[in-house]
């Protein structure tokens, strides 16, 4: 039995986690739930009271929450590079495109999806400010290329790769030329295929 055990929905965020899990190479061991009665049964509020997925036990310790599990992994599995070493300047651009895609993006983008209206004047009382000004901010991190932390791929890509795909798939992220190359160049690595397989072939057996 593997120390990693990872608590998924094929259908919810922990797509991101279980990227960030294929990228660490580890053995793990994936218990999947289904939305309603399972997740809140008393077994999985144990894990995670929120009766959310994701959710990830690593021998005594619990993660919840996807950028948390990202952050986490990157930096218990220090040998895969996914996050710059302590000591670099490059450390700073992660965290700080890291929680910005899991806070003013995700914020922003949900807000648009349900029509949540910002009254005039009134945009630094939301960590996004707008809509547009989020989307700038994070095409201009992206700009230089080829990942928000230079040459290196880390965890904060994992992320932002998944909501911009996402995103853009569903139409409450807008299409820019700098967005579509990245989720294309992010699409072409073996984590991110190997973890859509797992879970689309648990869609297709008819468990999601």
């Known amino acids: 039995m593997s120390d990693l055990v990872f608590y998924t929905n094929p259908q919810s965020r922990g797509r991101i986690a279980h990227w960030m899990l294929e990228e660490i190479g ?68 992660y965290f700080r495109w890291l929680f910005f895609a899991a806070g003013p993006l995700e914020l922003a983008v949900t807000a648009r999806a349900l029509d949540w209206q910002v009254p005039e004047g009134k945009s630094g009382f939301v960590g996004f400010g707008s809509y547009g000004e989020t989307l700038d901010a994070l095409e201009q991190a992206l700009r230089p290329g080829p990942y928000l932390c230079g ?22 992220i807008e299409k820019r030329p700098v967005f579509e190359d990245y989720v294309e160049r992010l699409g072409a690595r073996p984590a991110v295929r190997q973890a859509n397989r797992l879970n689309e072939d648990h869609m297709k057996n008819g468990k999601a």
């Open 26 to 93: 580890q053995p793990y061991e994936t218990v999947w739930l289904e939305f309603g009665p399972t997740m809140k049964s008393a077994e999985y509020l144990a894990t995670n009271p929120m009766g959310k997925v994701p959710a990830l036990r690593h021998g005594a310790a619990v993660v919840t929450k996807a950028a948390a599990i990202c952050a986490y992994l990157a930096d218990r599995f220090p040998e895969k590079a996914l996050s710059p070493a302590t000591q670099e300047p490059a450390r700073a651009a």
């Open 151 to 172: 040459e290196q791929f880390t965890a904060a890509d994992v992320y932002a790769g998944l909501q911009l795909g996402w995103g853009m798939m569903f139409g409450t």
